[in-house]
């Protein structure tokens, strides 16, 4: 009745500003502020019984009692930025019709002013309070639209909302005989209208606002026990902790009543696409697997209640392992020192995570992946204790213990360019363009890299003496290589004294290269 009331006297504004009509736009405030104080007081009721759900049951309601103080929160700021407004317009005029925060229309002497409305909403120094005001209504919109997950479950919410907290230009309203068309939400709002109506078009945002609150209360309110539904079916189960025991380990297994509703049996649909059959409200998951390791798998389970569908997801995980614990290198069956030694291990049906595998002192071992680790030998010992442990009932018990020899790497090869094994043959020219000694581990199982640090060249002279040049690093010098460019064919000149360091920090001697001048 208020809303119609407003919209005949807001159209008789285009034919005259009677003293009358201006009346009539106080009692159509009065009606107003009378609408939103009753949407007030309901709404308060609303937040009582959102706080004592959340007290009984915090866990259900919190998030729902969140978004509802949110809710609040931003009407409140919304209805009071509003009240400011209505209150510095009167100001402008009638200063003393103000009386603790509240107007008092009776004397209020300029009801039908046209110019104090755009003068603080708009253009008023500093002001543009409209931008301000039109923002804030704009937020709680989004916001409010922004909880509701199903639009289309709920439309006549989302209608409301889109309605009484729109920003679009009034363009039902006529200034005169101009109609609004294509007049912007503020000039429709605020310009050319009287004091009495601005008020009360700010006092209708109020009751939106409020009628808006209350909307959002209902649906929160609703989402506390939507996910609920009824059950007529109860059905005791078994879930054992495994079914897989040592000698002497415990067996512990769970039993509770699980409901589900016969009538209406859930889809249950895996990642993949597949959907499971589904027996007496419980999906059917088999498979088989032909390697060992981990098994992720999990999917969807949706279910009507209510008039709603309900979709939760899920996720599991197993693990496929060998019947025994095995230790094995995987690469030989030694360790070498100075790198990571590959190993597998698995203790049968024991979880992975619950496996732990430890190394005699001296030596390190550590996991790199599922069932996956490396050992790292230390330098004294000449042989490494490799233990397997499984947490079974919460205590640990040993699988399994292996003990592995323990090796230096092997000593790479002296090569230079050119020259694959011991001796060969270069011409003067090939041997000046040589470059370093280097040091290569051949058909070794690991990729090792050993750094030259120094060598030697000797050859005889013209005189039968015996020369030596020493290089401090992998690179022939300067005067090894003018040595070189002096010799003659027939001569030889051997590289000899090569020395070599590796990850194990061991210098080794290399073996000597004698090369033949063509």
């Not at 500003?17 to 009721?45: I, M, P, R």
């Not at 100001?91 to 046209?114: F, M, P, S, T």
């Not at 016969?262 to 959907?275: F, H, Y």
């Amino acid at each position: 009745m208020i809303g119609m009331m407003y919209l005949v006297l807001t159209a008789m504004l285009a034919l005259n500003v009677s003293k009358e009509v201006l009346d009539a736009f106080v009692l159509v405030d009065n009606g107003l502020q009378t609408t939103t104080e009753a949407f007030a007081a309901k709404n308060a009721s609303a937040y009582d019984e959102f706080a004592m759900a959340y007290e009984q049951n915090p866990e259900k309601v919190g998030v729902w009692k969140e978004r509802a103080d949110e809710v609040k929160r931003q009407t409140d700021e919304l209805y009071n930025f509003i009240q400011e407004c209505k209150l510095d317009i009167i100001r402008a005029k009638d200063e003393d019709a103000i009386h603790e925060g509240r107007i008092d229309w009776h004397e209020v002497n300029v009801l039908d002013n046209l110019e104090v409305g755009a003068q603080v909403m708009i253009t008023e120094e500093g002001g543009r309070r409209y931008k301000e005001l039109q923002e804030k209504i704009e937020g709680l919109r989004e916001y409010l639209l922004s909880i509701i997950e199903d639009h289309e479950a709920y439309a006549a919410t989302v209608e409301a909302i889109e309605q009484n907290l729109s920003t679009e230009p009034p363009d039902k309203l006529q200034h005169g005989n101009k109609k609004s068309e294509g007049m912007s939400w503020q000039s429709g709002y605020f310009e050319d209208l009287p004091l009495a109506a601005v008020v009360t078009l700010l006092t209708k945002m109020q009751a939106d606002a409020r009628n808006v609150e209350a909307e959002m209360i209902n649906y929160l309110r609703d989402q506390v026990g939507a996910g609920d539904f009824r059950v007529n079916v109860l059905e005791a189960v078994v879930i054992p902790n495994s079914s897989y025991v040592f000698k002497g380990q415990e067996y512990r297994a769970d039993v509770f009543l699980a409901a589900y509703d016969s009538t209406k049996l859930p889809e249950i649909t895996l990642n993949d696409g597949t959907q499971l059959e589904v027996r007496s409200g419980k999906g059917i998951y088999s498979t088989t697997s032909s390697t060992t390791g981990f098994r992720k798998w999990g999917g969807t389970i949706q279910i009507e209640s209510q008039g709603r569908m309900i979709t939760r997801p899920f996720s599991a995980e197993y693990e496929v392992a060998e019947p025994t614990a095995t230790i094995s290198a995987t690469a030989m069956n030694v360790f070498y020192r100075g790198v990571d030694n590959p190993v597998a291990i698995s203790a049968g049906a024991v979880a992975e995570s619950d496996v732990d595998a430890r190394i005699s002192s001296g030596h390190r071992i550590n996991r790199v992946g599922p069932g996956r680790y490396t050992v790292k030998p230390g330098v004294q010992s000449d042989e490494a204790i490799v233990s397997v442990f499984a947490t079974v009932d919460g205590s640990q018990r040993l699988m399994n213990r292996m003990t592995f020899r323990v090796l230096d790497i092997p000593d790479p090869n002296a090569r230079v360019e050119g020259i694959r094994g011991s001796e060969g043959v270069l011409s003067a020219g090939q041997l000046a363009g040589l470059q370093e000694v280097m040091a290569v581990a051949e058909n070794f199982l690991f990729e090792v890299d050993f750094t030259v640090t120094s060598f030697s060249i000797g050859f005889t002279d013209a005189n039968g003496i015996y020369v030596t040049e020493d290089s401090p690093n992998n690179r022939f010098t300067s005067q090894q290589k003018s040595i070189f460019r002096n010799m003659r064919s027939g001569q030889v000149i051997s590289i000899s004294q090569v020395k070599a360091i590796g990850p194990d920090g061991k210098v080794r001697t290399l073996n000597p290269i004698n090369i033949r001048v063509r």
